[in-house]
C-alpha cells in the first residue's frame, strides 16, 4: 500500500538554527498538510498546501515556518530559526481529495537544544 | 481550545470482548469525524469515518456511531484483539468551511487489550 514517507526519522539542531523537514506524500493525492505533537500533548494542524500554494494555515504556522513543493514528489517543512520550543513530533499528511481521509507518515521527531 | 474531547485516557479490555472509544465535541460545524489509530513511533493510521448525515458506519469490526444531538462518537470494536493495543485518537472536520480537510484532533485514548 501505497505510504507517506518523512526524511529524517530524528533531527537534533541547536536553538537559532534552520531545520528542513522532508516528506514524500502518496504520488495520486493532491492536498498535502503538515500536523506537529509536542510531547503529552495533541496532534495540531500547522499548514495545508494544495495547488501550490498555502490553503489554510493555524496561528502557530507563523513567519518562522514555511513549506515548498520544490519538485512533483517533495513537500518540505521548514523553520527558519529554531525555538526550544517547536521540538515535537512534526507529522507529514496526504490526501487524494479535499473531502477524504488523510495520510500520515510515521514523523520527523525535532529536538531543540 | 478543547473542540474535540476523549475524557478517557485509557481503557482496558481482555480480548475478544467489545471495546467502546468516546469522543464529544463542541463545534456544531464539525460534519466529518475520523477515528485514527497510532502505535508508537508510528504515525496515525486511518481506521474509519462518517459523515454527519449518517449515524452509523461499520468496517469490519470497527463501526462509528454518530450522535449530531449530543455531539458524541463512539468507535465499537468488536471483537478486540492484543494487536488493537494503541492509541485512538478522535478528529473531527468541517468540509463546508474549510479549503482542505483540516482536522482537529482529541487527546487520544490509549487502548490496552490484554490476551
Known amino acids: 500500500e501505497p505510504e507517506v514517507t518523512q526524511t529524517p526519522s530524528h533531527q537534533v539542531t541547536q536553538m537559532g538554527q534552520e531545520v528542513i523537514l522532508r516528506c514524500v506524500p502518496i504520488s495520486n493525492h493532491l492536498y498535502f498538510y503538515w500536523y506537529r505533537q509536542i510531547l503529552g500533548q495533541k496532534v495540531e494542524f500547522l499548514v495545508s498546501f494544495y495547488n501550490n500554494e498555502i490553503s489554510e494555515k493555524s496561528e502557530i504556522f507563523d513567519d518562522q515556518f514555511s513549506v515548498e513543493r520544490p519538485d512533483g514528489s517533495n513537500f518540505t517543512l521548514k523553520i527558519r530559526s529554531t525555538k526550544l520550543e517547536d521540538s515535537a513530533m512534526y507529522f507529514c499528511a496526504s490526501s487524494v481529495g479535499k473531502n477524504s481521509p488523510l495520510h500520515f507518515g510515521n514523523g520527523t521527531r525535532l529536538t531543540v537544544t | 481550545d478543547q473542540q474535540v474531547k476523549q475524557n478517557s485516557p485509557s481503557l482496558s479490555v481482555q480480548e475478544g470482548r467489545i471495546s467502546i472509544l468516546n469522543c464529544d465535541y463542541t463545534?456544531?460545524?464539525?460534519?466529518?469525524f475520523l477515528w485514527y489509530k497510532k502505535y508508537p513511533a508510528e504515525g496515525p493510521t486511518f481506521l474509519i469515518s462518517i459523515s454527519s448525515i449518517k449515524d452509523k458506519n461499520e468496517d469490519g469490526r470497527f463501526t462509528v456511531f454518530l450522535n449530531k444531538s449530543a455531539k458524541h462518537l463512539s468507535l465499537h470494536i468488536v471483537p478486540s484483539q492484543p494487536g488493537d493495543s494503541a492509541v485512538y485518537f478522535c478528529a473531527a472536520s468541517w468540509f463546508e468551511g474549510g479549503a482542505t480537510n483540516k482536522l482537529i484532533f482529541g487527546t487520544g485514548t490509549l487502548l490496552a487489550v490484554q490476551p
Open positions: 463545534n456544531s460545524m464539525f460534519d466529518y
